[in-house]
């Protein structure tokens, strides 16, 4: 052994120096994704392909938004103008997150900036999967406008309870494990945390999934859309591969980065567009159909009265109503 590469110890012992311990943060593919920068432009393969879904799918807001300002102005449908919102508002916070990332330096500050920026986009996809979920589910009936305000207020609550316990977690203890050199990269709350919520939100959707199959079908409104049905199961599957791939990196698997990689794009850059899909483009589509019906209330003057959604069981012995038919459908 050539004596340069030696190591002289305290007690005076001449060894060969100790083979580092394997560590997580070692320069993976999946890895480098997260951080490495595009050529010497300082702009990161991550945000570029963040980016490029966000601005497109703005794009096709903002093509559909005259149609979608005609649908407004006739039907007046509080719950799909909310959500017509939502939608907006989160393309334009992924794309501020992605344009922020991409302009700000490696501090300290731009790094808290960044992270920030993640838990702003997070709770507004949040508060639209918790809307989705009690609108559909705990609510088969609104009646009246302050209801499903009152809807929207709880699920806003809840999202910012979530968003801001996970921006703690990674804003004050950051996960060194998803660290690269000089660089601490948003690791959503930790390991931990990632592993706990992904489960507990597959267990919500993948029990929203089974419930037509259960008994209590014929006690509690349950929607009658297949389209609920097929985006809660799709939620149920990305939050199981997100599960996966964080139960991995607890036990220091570094693929398991790769799972969540994965995840986290499709889950940022999809989510909004799937919303889209299953519940708007019905309502915004270029044939008249008008979602809700509405009567007058009792209790409150000149306030409409909005059915959501048509129970399972009566849909099942009466059939779903003709296209075109005044009605609300989750």
């Given amino acids: 052994m050539d004596i340069l590469e030696e190591v002289i110890w305290a007690n005076g012992s001449t060894t060969s120096p100790p083979p580092v311990a394997p560590n997580i943060s070692v320069p993976h593919r999946c890895l480098l994704l997260l951080y490495k920068d595009i050529g010497t432009s300082r702009v990161r393969y991550w945000d570029l392909l963040l980016l490029i879904p966000n601005v497109l799918f703005f794009i096709f807001l903002l093509w559909k938004l005259p149609f979608a300002r005609a649908k407004i102005r006739v039907t007046?449908?509080?719950?799909?103008?909310?959500?017509?919102?939502?939608?907006?508002?989160?393309?334009?916070?992924?794309?501020?997150?992605?344009?922020?990332?991409?302009?700000?330096?490696?501090s300290d500050a731009a790094t808290v900036a960044d992270k920030i920026l993640w838990e702003i986009t997070r709770f507004f996809l949040l508060a639209i999967e918790l809307s989705v979920v009690i609108l559909g589910l705990a609510f088969g009936h609104l009646e009246s406008k302050s209801?499903?305000?009152?809807?929207?207020?709880?699920?806003?609550?809840?999202?910012?309870?979530?968003?801001?316990?996970?921006?703690?977690?990674?804003?004050?203890?950051?996960?060194?494990?998803?660290?690269?050199?000089?660089?601490?990269?948003?690791?959503?709350?930790?390991?931990?945390?990632?592993?706990?919520?992904?489960?507990f939100f597959f267990l919500v959707y993948s029990l929203v999934v089974v419930l037509p199959k259960t008994p209590l079908k014929e006690r509690i409104s349950l929607p009658s859309r297949r389209s609920f049905y097929v985006y809660a199961g799709i939620l149920a599957l990305l939050n199981l591969l997100q599960g996966l791939g964080s139960a991995l990196l607890c036990a220091d698997i570094i693929e398991g980065l790769c799972c969540v990689d994965a995840t986290t794009f499709l889950y940022f850059s999809f989510f909004a567009p799937l919303i889209y899909v299953a519940f708007l483009r019905g309502f915004f589509g270029s044939e008249p159909k008008i979602l809700f019906s509405y009567k007058c209330q009792v209790d409150e003057t000149e306030e409409p009265d909005v059915h959501l959604p048509q129970p399972y069981a009566v849909a099942r012995r009466e059939g779903l109503e003709a296209a075109g038919a005044a009605s609300t459908q989750f």
């Avoid at 998803?178 to 706990?196: K, M, T």
């Fill in 76 to 106: 007046s449908s509080p719950i799909f103008i909310t959500f017509y919102i939502l939608v907006f508002v989160v393309a334009l916070v992924g794309i501020a997150r992605a344009v922020v990332s991409m302009t700000v330096s490696t």
């Fill in 147 to 199: 209801s499903i305000k009152r809807v929207l207020a709880i699920t806003t609550v809840l999202s910012l309870a979530y968003s801001v316990t996970q921006g703690t977690l990674e804003i004050l203890y950051p996960d060194a494990h998803l660290s690269a050199e000089d660089f601490n990269i948003y690791g959503h709350g930790g390991r931990q945390f990632w592993l706990v919520s992904s489960c």
